[in-house]
């Protein structure tokens, strides 16, 4: 008699207390009656090669990467998609039965679902993206827009370099925008995102003023907690339509459930109630 090995995926990250994602995967997994496990594991910047050795002998089909693995992890895998590669970070590893571990990055992926869920009429090509911070998580966005055929992205951050940096990397469809001017740029662009921290509870207030928004855009915030940010509450204030951060975030784990556990999961309010903790 022989037993099927239960797969195991899980997150890395430090720290990874803070993450929902095992609550969602487990969901998923329980939902479809699926026998595996998700598990949420702290390893340490010095463990990160160590630890890709062992999992996958341990009986782990892959995992998600966090902050502050996402980039390191790119060097340590065999094989790396073209979209992590341009982003640079990768956010889903699957361990192949080869032994080769393959990265990919489905934070765009996400991000571009979630605002098709969220705003099913959205015409990326009709306007300007507005796209606010220049991090990693700005440069998955940046990445899916100009996919999806966005025609201009004007990037505003704080520090001016790292915006120049990424014109540098994507090409001249980024046009460069002050900080300090950033609320003079938004009066004809159909989507608007904040990919910063500002408004997450316990950082700063989002405070450029958002007065000039074109009522016919598409308003997202990466940040979900709080779910409502007052990024969002003023393009609602403003008549736009506004799409939160969680769905990304459910949107990004769905490819990855689908290639470890062999099936595709729903984004549904169900879902989103259970990540809520509803």
Not at 100 to 110: E, P, Q, R, V
Request: net charge neutral; hydrophobic share 40%.
């Amino acid at each position: 008699m022989t037993h099927k090995k239960i797969p195991l995926a899980g997150v890395i990250g430090s720290p990874i207390s803070h993450s929902r994602s095992p609550r969602l995967h487990e969901h998923w997994l329980r939902r479809y009656g699926i026998q595996g496990h998700y598990i949420p594991m702290d390893i340490a910047r010095d463990d990160l090669r160590q630890a890709l050795e062992v999992l996958p002998k341990l009986g782990f089909v892959g995992i998600n990467v966090t902050i502050p693995h996402k980039e390191e992890v790119i060097g340590l895998a065999d094989l790396v998609t073209d979209r992590a590669a341009l982003i640079g970070a990768a956010n889903t590893l699957i361990f192949r039965k080869d032994g080769k571990i393959h990265a990919d990055n489905t934070d765009g992926y996400g991000f571009v679902e979630n605002l098709r869920q969220g705003a099913p009429a959205w015409n990326p090509r009709s306007g300007a993206a507005v796209v606010f911070g220049a991090g990693g998580a700005a440069r998955a966005v940046i990445a899916s827009l100009i996919e999806v055929g966005v025609p201009e992205i004007r990037l505003t951050n704080r520090t001016r370099a790292r915006a120049d940096a990424l014109r540098t990397e994507f090409g001249s469809k980024i046009k460069v925008i002050e900080w300090v001017q950033a609320g003079n740029i938004l009066d004809d662009a159909i989507t608007v995102v904040n990919t910063t921290s500002l408004g997450m509870m316990g950082q700063p207030e989002f405070r450029v003023p958002l007065d000039g928004l074109n009522r016919a855009a598409v308003v997202s915030d990466l940040v979900y907690t709080p779910l409502k940010t007052h990024f969002l509450q003023e393009a609602e204030n403003a008549g736009c339509r506004t799409v939160d951060g969680l769905g990304m975030l459910l949107h990004q784990a769905a490819p990855a459930f689908e290639r470890w556990f062999g099936h595709r999961p729903d984004v549904d309010e169900a879902t989103r109630q259970v990540v809520l903790g509803s």
